[in-house]
């Protein structure tokens, strides 16, 4: 089954720092960018950052500088490192292919969409 699928969410206090991560199941990942993206609760789902698959990055402002993203072709997994943890950063978040990793990280040019994982910022 060709699939993406997230893992390492959870609740974290602000300030706090939480790794997910999002692996290939039925294809390798190494020919495709990666994105990921956000939807808080009453809110659209928006880009987070994505990685080519030369590995150049985009990351939206709300996230540059505390978010890293970064991929590891032999475990087929591309992860997000996220550090200084505000509330506003709670929301599910999807991982998902594309072709191309581009600066306004939309995501209609994405597929292969995963579950999505929760993260809670929360004191």
């Known amino acids: 089954q060709v699939q993406l699928v997230e893992s390492g969410g959870g609740l974290v206090q602000p300030g706090g720092s939480l790794r997910l991560s999002c692996a290939a199941s039925?294809?390798?990942?190494?020919?495709?960018?990666i994105g990921w993206f956000r939807q808080a609760p009453g809110k659209e789902r928006e880009g987070v950052t994505c990685?080519?698959?030369?590995?150049?990055?985009n990351y939206a402002d709300s996230v540059e500088g505390r978010f890293t993203i970064s991929r590891d072709n032999a475990k087929n997994t591309v992860y997000l490192q996220m550090n200084s943890l505000t509330p506003e950063d709670t929301a599910i978040y999807y991982c998902?292919?594309?072709?191309?990793?581009?600066?306004?990280?939309?995501?209609?040019?994405?597929?292969?969409w995963g579950q999505g994982t929760q993260v809670t910022v929360s004191s």
């Open positions: 990685i080519s698959s030369r590995g150049r990055t």
């Open positions: 998902a292919a594309s072709a191309l990793c581009s600066g306004n990280i939309d995501q209609r040019t994405y597929n292969r």
């Open positions: 039925g294809f390798t990942l190494d020919r495709y960018a």
